[in-house]
């Protein structure tokens, strides 16, 4: 089926970087954020733009990235997507103002968007099953050692040059990722293409991008009042009736992105009200330095260094929930991990100062491992036919990210909604608090043991 005569250990480290290409982007926008604030002269409820724009597109564009793969060949596209990004961080580091870092953002966003999935799929094509596994668990490791990396990364170029520089990094990588894709990756397509849901992109699309505006604009400390606003009240209004069109759509789409058949089991709809709660807790992870900056009066650099004990929250909750969901089953992982997760969230938000803030951050780091990755992906994995398991996957991508851009959106405006952003943060962490909370109820509801199916 390949087209292709590259070694497959050459191919993999080849896919292996361009997945690292998109992923140190979203590892260095926290450590950006108090930057891009000052430079353009921002509130806080503004500069989360700058990981919502990305998100959002990315979102957007990686159904249509996938399906055009399919059709196109993946070489064709996999170039076309890193083209796209290098474009795209181009007009960051260029902009001007605000407005057109924004611009970049969502290009940057649309060409990550098909880089990790163009990349899966070559793996699809190029690996024998019994070899997939293994490629395709190195290929998500990638986003473990962007947010390794990453925050370092940040604080050194920090201390040294302009926001422009962290992102303009990326630029060298774009370039030697495209030249040995161009002689490595295969130009296969699929055997079988399965419909394009446009209708279904287009109203989430929308939907979303009502909910973030929406929920953007909203004063934390004043919420009645900020509800009668119109820039509240019209895109939440409009998101109210974009939902219930996107589920008649998708209920009708001969490729839905959401099979409802599959949401509608009781394992699945709590994994994916998992996935979202997830992303949003996850979105506190780019407020974070920003955060730091001002209630511990860091510096910049010092503020994206203080995300490394986070990772290494991360890098030891990982490997023991892998371990114990096996062991012990999915139930208990996830709600003892929850449980972790709020007193994190809880932790960091009443710090008096950096050391108890450091530790809150940790157990921060370990709850969500246990959460994000290897649970989200048992539920699914043993809930799921077969034939649903690429589908199911795709749920938790998308729930995840939906939960990103809320947060992401919600945190905004608690930070912007007080006199001293300190405050703001303060409260929106623990907003994100109260949401662990239900999802630790929620959690209660998966089985305490899963069939494993062949």
Request: contains cysteine; positive net charge.
């Amino acid at each position: 089926m390949t087209d292709s005569t590259a070694r497959p250990g050459r191919l993999l480290g080849v896919l292996f970087l361009g997945t690292l290409l998109a992923a140190l982007d979203i590892a260095i926008v926290g450590p950006a954020l108090p930057a891009l604030r000052e430079a353009f002269a921002l509130d806080e409820r503004a500069v989360a733009w700058t990981f919502t724009a990305f998100v959002l597109a990315n979102l957007v564009g990686l159904p249509f990235m996938a399906a055009l793969a399919d059709r196109v060949g993946r070489r064709t596209v996999y170039l076309a997507d890193v083209a796209l990004f290098a474009a795209g961080t181009l007009v960051v580091c260029l902009a001007p103002s605000f407005g057109v870092l924004l611009a970049g953002r969502v290009l940057q966003g649309l060409g990550a968007s098909g880089i990790f999935p163009v990349a899966s799929a070559v793996v699809g094509d190029t690996y024998p099953p019994e070899k997939r596994g293994r490629a395709l668990g190195l290929l998500g490791a990638v986003f473990g050692l962007a947010f390794l990396i990453g925050p370092a990364i940040g604080g050194i170029m920090l201390a040294v040059a302009s926001w422009r520089w962290l992102f303009a990094l990326s630029l060298p990588l774009a370039a030697v990722v495209f030249a040995l894709s161009a002689r490595t990756v295969p130009n296969t397509r699929a055997d079988v293409v399965r419909p394009l849901d446009a209708l279904g992109i287009g109203l989430l699309a929308l939907l979303l991008g009502s909910v973030v505006v929406g929920l953007g604009g909203l004063d934390t400390g004043a919420i009645g009042a900020s509800l009668t606003q119109p820039i509240v009240w019209g895109p939440l209004a409009l998101a109210a009736i974009m939902l219930p069109t996107f589920v008649w759509a998708e209920r009708r789409a001969e490729a839905p992105l959401i099979r409802p058949g599959l949401i509608a089991r009781r394992a699945v709809w709590i994994a994916c009200g998992l996935a979202i709660g997830a992303g949003l807790i996850e979105a506190t992870f780019v407020f974070l330095s920003a955060y730091a900056v001002e209630a511990f009066g860091v510096t910049k650099a010092q503020g994206s260094y203080l995300l490394l004990p986070l990772v290494g929250g991360v890098t030891l909750g990982s490997p023991l929930a892998g371990r114990m969901l096996d062991r012990i089953g999915p139930r208990p992982v996830v709600t003892a991990a929850m449980a972790l997760v709020v007193i994190g969230l809880v932790t960091v938000a009443v710090a008096p100062g950096l050391g108890v803030h450091i530790a809150g951050t940790v157990a921060l780091g370990a709850g969500l491992a246990g959460v994000l990755g290897s649970s989200l992906s048992y539920i699914l994995l043993n809930e799921a036919k077969v034939e649903e398991r690429t589908v199911a996957q795709g749920l938790s991508t998308l729930f995840i990210s939906v939960g990103q851009l809320v947060g992401a959106a919600l945190l905004g405006a608690a930070a912007a909604s007080s006199s001293a952003p300190e405050a703001g943060y303060r409260t929106g962490f623990l907003l994100v608090a109260g949401v662990g909370a239900v999802l630790l109820v929620l959690a209660r509801g998966l089985p305490a043991r899963q069939r494993r199916e062949a």
